[in-house]
T-cell receptor, first 111, second 112 residues
Framework: DTEVTQTPKHLVMGMTNKKSLKCEQH?????MYWYKQKAKKPPELMFV???????INESVPSRFSPECPNSSLLNLHLHALQPEDSALYLC??????????FGPGTRLTVT | DAKTTQPTSMDCAEGRAANLPCNHS???????VYWYRQIHSQGPQYIIH???NNETNEMASLIITEDRKSSTLILPHATLRDTAVYYC?????????????FGQGTTLQVKP
């Protein structure tokens, strides 16, 4: 199994909602990542987990809360988002220090 | 990590080789050159990486100059499905988790 899966593919949420994005991989990778990509812009790193511990937080607002419950799963909990948070959210995984494999992304719209 | 410079866009005829340049003049000795591409509305896809030797895999070849200040990604026989944004990224690979800092990339349009 060489893929990273993300659910849901699309999500529309109001500014008062709480929702979660899910990412899963079964490649035995111990590093997992969240990126945010706005339209016509390159992906921007948000968080890095290494061996299930948060190792990098790129000064992301607290309304985004990551969680790594085990070595195969990565969640991104969303609460009180703003319309400007609408974007494609990408998950990736890798062996630490090696090439990253990306999922297809979740397209989030905040209304 | 060192910064990279790429042309904003390039065209290539289908079936011809696509040569995508990247400048990374401030690269340091322990930094690798990575290439990814992103086809519209999909996640980025890893293509190839190298340190100082030229590399080839089933997708592409990577040519790195002797001084390591620039490199070229070569898609030997471009197809319409190779139309994508191509990102050249320089980063360390020390066994720790590393950041990928994406620049603006090169939009390659393969034309029939």
């Amino acid at each position: 199994d060489t893929e990273v899966t993300q659910t849901p593919k699309h999500l529309v949420m109001g500014m008062t909602n709480k929702k979660s994005l899910k990412c899963e991989q079964h490649m035995g990778h111990r590093a997992m990542y969240w990126y945010k990509q706005k339209a016509k812009k390159p992906p921007e790193l948000m968080f890095v987990y290494s061996y299930e511990k948060l190792s990098i937080n790129e000064s992301v607002p607290s309304r985004f809360s990551p969680e790594c419950p085990n070595s195969s799963l990565l969640n991104l909990h969303l609460h009180a988002l703003q319309p400007e948070d609408s974007a494609l959210y990408l998950c990736a995984s890798s062996r630490p220090g090696y090439e990253q494999y990306f999922g297809p992304g979740t397209r989030l719209t905040v209304t | 990590d060192a910064k990279t410079t790429q042309p904003t866009s390039m065209d290539c005829a289908e079936g011809r080789a696509a040569n995508l340049p990247c400048n990374h003049s401030t690269i340091s000795g322990n930094e690798y050159v990575y290439w990814y591409r992103q086809i519209h509305s999909q996640g980025p896809q890893y293509i190839i990486h190298g340190l100082k030797n030229n590399e080839t895999n089933e997708m592409a070849s990577l040519i790195i100059t002797e001084d390591r200040k620039s490199s070229t990604l070569i898609l030997p026989h471009a197809t319409l499905r190779d139309t994508a944004v191509y990102y050249c990224i320089v980063r360390t690979s020390s066994g720790n988790t590393g950041k990928l800092i994406f620049g603006q990339g090169t939009t390659l349009q393969v034309k029939p």
